[in-house]
């Protein structure tokens, strides 16, 4: 039994147990269920990374040895989007600088990369999904 499946099964036998013990069920169960479901919604882009589509690097913003970079791109479709690259300690993502280097030399050309980003993009509070690694198409 895989992790993932062995904590729901734990999560869904606590959460039974505490409405036997409370004989509550209907007034329970609905808000435990929004509440579990929100956070899995809301804490999944920060551990599940995901591929973005085929881009093209427009621009960059950051100089070497700052430590905290955006690129800019662009995808087939005409969509744009900021990508932070940063360290990424507890992912083991230590070289932003490095690819940072990549993707300079990368700006207005027609190369096209795929990026493994993590979280999400917060417009409120000006955060961005960070890059975790890349390919070239």
């Given at each position: 039994m895989g992790l993932i499946k062995k904590i729901i099964v734990a999560l869904w036998t606590g959460f039974v147990g505490l409405c036997k013990l409370t004989k509550e069920r209907p007034k329970i169960m609905v808000p435990v269920l929004l509440v579990l479901l929100f956070m899995g919604w809301w804490v999944k882009p920060y551990f599940w990374a995901?591929?973005?589509?085929?881009?093209?690097?427009?621009?960059?913003?950051?100089?070497?040895?700052?430590?905290?970079?955006?690129?800019?791109?662009?995808?087939?479709?005409?969509?744009?989007?900021?990508?932070?690259?940063?360290?990424?300690?507890?992912?083991?993502?230590?070289n932003s600088t490095d690819i940072q280097a990549e993707m300079k030399g990368a700006e207005g050309k027609d190369k096209t990369y795929r990026f493994k980003v993590l979280g999400r993009r917060l417009h409120i509070w000006s955060s961005y999904r960070n890059m975790l690694t890349y390919e070239r198409e």
């Open positions: 995901t591929w973005t589509g085929p881009a093209t690097v427009t621009s960059t913003q950051g100089e070497a040895g700052e430590g905290n970079y955006i690129v800019f791109v662009e995808y087939a479709d005409g969509s744009k989007e900021s990508i932070q690259n940063v360290d990424c300690w507890w992912r083991f993502k230590i």
